[in-house]
């Protein structure tokens, strides 16, 4: 089994900066991409950013040079640094984690979701 324990959501003014972090645990043999959506309400869950095992990464269009993508293979961490964080940011990020099981399938898993809210 594995889990996602995600941390760092909250309130911020416009301007703001937030920095999310998720840790993987469990039993697995790798860990292939790591990534943060993000819903807000009445819309579709979408990507906000990604990066592979190699360090390639991937952002939304919305939040290019502005949040930061990074990770820890030898701790099975990602990290989101989120900066002149905005109104329209404004929703529940969830960790997301693909990955090669111990018999070499590939799964993916979602955190719980944390709540990031940018408001005066």
């Known amino acids: 089994q594995v889990q996602l324990v995600e941390s760092g959501g909250g309130l911020v003014q416009p301007g703001g900066s937030l920095r999310l972090s998720c840790a993987a645990s469990?039993?697995?043999?790798?860990?292939?991409?790591m990534g943060w959506y993000r819903q807000a309400p009445g819309k579709q869950r979408e990507l906000v950013a990604a990066?592979?095992?190699?360090?390639?990464?991937n952002y939304a269009d919305s939040v290019k040079g502005r949040f930061t993508i990074s990770r820890d293979n030898a701790k099975n961490t990602v990290s989101l640094q989120m900066n002149s964080l905005k109104p329209e940011d404004t929703a529940v990020y969830y960790c997301?984690?693909?990955?090669?099981?111990?018999?070499?399938?590939?799964?993916?898993?979602w955190g719980q979701g944390t709540q990031v809210t940018v408001s005066s």
């Open positions: 997301n984690v693909v990955l090669r099981t111990l018999v070499m399938s590939v799964r993916d898993y």
């Open positions: 469990g039993t697995f043999f790798s860990i292939n991409v």
């Open positions: 990066i592979t095992s190699a360090g390639v990464t």
